[in-house]
Every structure is written in structure tokens, then in C-alpha cells.
């Protein structure tokens, strides 16, 4: 590319796959190689188009739903699920093989907790994410409340209940803080639960760092993954050119103009292999030595790379 005046490609210290998915993408992996019959993922076994697409290569598919499963195995993605999925599952004659992270199990079992003791729970997340179905199921109709915001959350008419605050796993940290703080204004008493995993706190925490290094961030991740999205807002709240991109196909030319230093992150859902193809399609864009500096899990020490 003509023009292009990047030196330097900076890796985030942690980007890519977490415990949670890893374990969930092996389980799939061993429960579509057993020969049981159809397997399929409920949704999708983590929120990456290429991952999805390789299970699918391996005989794992996925249905939107239980009821669009006709036989055979069905696999309950790392997010999670509410129990009537697994009573639905077992009643249709379904195998169920769980691949729910244990850091969501975890959520599950403070709500079921804080139900037994009679709390209203307000839960900080996206409505529509998997992770909070799950949750919202593990309790009786109306006593999880779901709120994305602040805003959302000062028009919750409270009742007369014990209070209990909670959060989707991959919410922004900083988020969560400012909200539990208002919580605890407008709820006096309210228990704060900070559900958040090490995983998104560690993929925050890097690019926090990174991001005031760098003119501009490219988050590797699919435009269904919450927490790449977060890395995505967070980035760029601080650099602001930062972009969310699928493939490395995706990268657009015009976002490299009078750019020197990138830095690349990758949600938790990631493969290493996405991320290699993005710093690929950037080394053979540029005519010049560009530096390739990995500081993070993946080597200890800078490489250049020369074209
Ligand atoms: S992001 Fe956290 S909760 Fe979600 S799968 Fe990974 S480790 Fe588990």
C-alpha cells in the first residue's frame, strides 16, 4: 500500500481464547469425534464465526433452540443455560453434554443462592446475550432484573426485598464500578456481586495499557461477541480509531493512513490463528520493515519482521 507509514505492531500482553472456551470448544470437539449421532450446539459453542464454521467441518452443528433439535446430542454452549433447556432436552429424548463455563456456573449458583434467601437480584448485562438467559433462568419469573445501564437502572421501582447486585461475566470493568456505586446510592443495604470473570479482566486490563500507546487498535473478534465489542468501546474511548473485525479480510486500507503504531487484541472467543492472519495481511500491505512486538502469553520478547 502506497503511503503507508506503519512501523511498528504492538500484541496486547493477554488477547484470545480464555479457560471458559477452550474447555467448551474441546468438549465439542470430543462429543462430535464419538460417532453419537447428530450433535448439535445450542446457539453457537462460543460467539466466533470461524469456530462455529470449523465445528461444523468436525460434524457439530448448531439450532437456534431445544425444540429445533429432532435427535441425537445437543451441547450446552460455554454461556450457559436456564434449567428448563436441560428438562426440555432430557424430556424430548435428547443427549445433553454441558459446556457451560464454571465462571458462569458460578453466577448460576449466587443467584440460586441469593433466591433461597429471599433477594431481588438487578443483574448488569445485555438482555439478548446468551450468558443472561441463563442467569435470568435460574430464578423465578420477575426477580432478576436486567438493566445495560445506569439509566436503566434508576427507573427500577424497588420492593421490599433484600437487594443483590450481579454482573454478565465480560461487562466493562469500569462499567460495573460506576454502576454498583450508583446501585448503592439509589438501594442502600444492596449486596454487590462482582461477577466478572479473570479472563475479562485480564483482556481490559491489556488493552487499557496498549491503547494509549497506539494510533490505532484493531480488536480481532466477531461482531456477536460481547466481550470483543467491549474491547472494541473501550479502545476506543481512549485512541479512537479502533475497529472490530472479523478476518483479516476485513481490513479496510483507509484506516491505515498516517497510522505508525498498531495495537491488536482478540476477544476471549478468538482463535490465535485470526490474529496471525490480521498481523499477516498488515506486514504484506506494508512495503516497509514493519516490528512486530509480542509482549504478552505468546513470547517474551520483541521480533521484527522484514517484507
Ligand atoms: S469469558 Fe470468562 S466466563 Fe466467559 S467463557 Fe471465558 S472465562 Fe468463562
Not at 426485598?161 to 448503592?184: C, K
Request: hydrophobic letters at 40%; proline letters at 3%; glycine letters at 6%.
Amino acid at each position: 500500500m502506497k503511503n503507508m507509514v506503519l512501523e511498528k505492531i504492538i500484541l496486547a500482553r493477554h488477547y484470545g481464547f480464555c479457560m471458559g472456551v477452550k474447555r467448551a470448544i474441546k468438549i465439542a470437539e470430543e462429543t462430535g469425534g464419538k460417532e453419537i449421532g447428530t450433535v448439535n450446539v445450542i446457539n453457537e459453542i462460543v460467539h466466533n464465526d470461524s469456530v462455529v464454521r470449523q465445528l461444523q467441518e468436525q460434524g457439530v452443528g448448531s439450532v437456534p433452540s431445544v425444540a429445533d433439535a429432532r435427535e441425537g446430542t445437543v451441547i450446552i454452549s460455554a454461556h450457559g443455560a436456564p434449567p428448563r433447556w436441560f428438562e426440555e432436552s432430557q424430556e424430548r429424548g435428547l443427549n445433553v453434554i454441558d459446556a457451560t463455563c464454571p465462571l458462569v456456573i458460578r453466577i448460576h449458583k449466587i443467584i440460586r443462592k441469593l433466591i433461597a434467601n429471599n433477594y431481588q437480584i438487578i443483574h448488569f448485562g445485555d438482555a439478548h446475550h446468551d450468558e443472561t438467559t441463563g442467569v435470568v433462568g435460574q430464578a423465578p419469573p420477575g426477580r432478576v432484573e436486567v438493566v445495560g445501564d445506569i439509566d436503566q437502572l434508576r427507573t427500577l421501582a424497588t420492593i421490599d426485598r433484600p437487594y443483590a447486585l450481579t454482573t454478565q461475566t465480560t461487562a466493562d470493568v469500569s462499567d460495573f464500578e460506576s454502576l454498583s456505586v450508583e446501585a448503592q446510592k439509589l438501594i442502600p443495604g444492596i449486596e454487590v456481586f462482582n461477577t466478572i470473570c479473570n479472563a475479562t479482566s485480564r483482556l481490559q486490563e491489556a488493552v487499557l495499557d496498549l491503547a494509549p500507546r497506539v494510533d490505532l487498535m484493531l480488536v480481532v473478534g466477531s461482531s456477536s461477541s460481547a466481550n470483543s465489542n467491549r474491547l472494541r468501546n473501550i479502545s476506543k474511548a481512549i485512541c479512537r480509531r479502533a475497529y472490530l473485525i472479523n478476518v483479516a479480510d476485513s481490513l479496510k486500507e483507509e484506516w491505515l493512513e498516517e497510522v505508525r503504531i498498531i495495537g491488536i487484541t482478540a476477544g476471549a472467543s478468538t482463535p490465535d490463528f485470526l490474529v496471525e492472519e490480521v498481523i499477516k495481511k498488515l506486514l504484506d500491505l506494508s512495503e516497509k520493515r514493519v516490528e512486530v512486538v509480542r509482549t504478552g502469553k505468546k513470547a517474551a520478547s520483541s521480533q521484527a519482521m522484514d517484507q
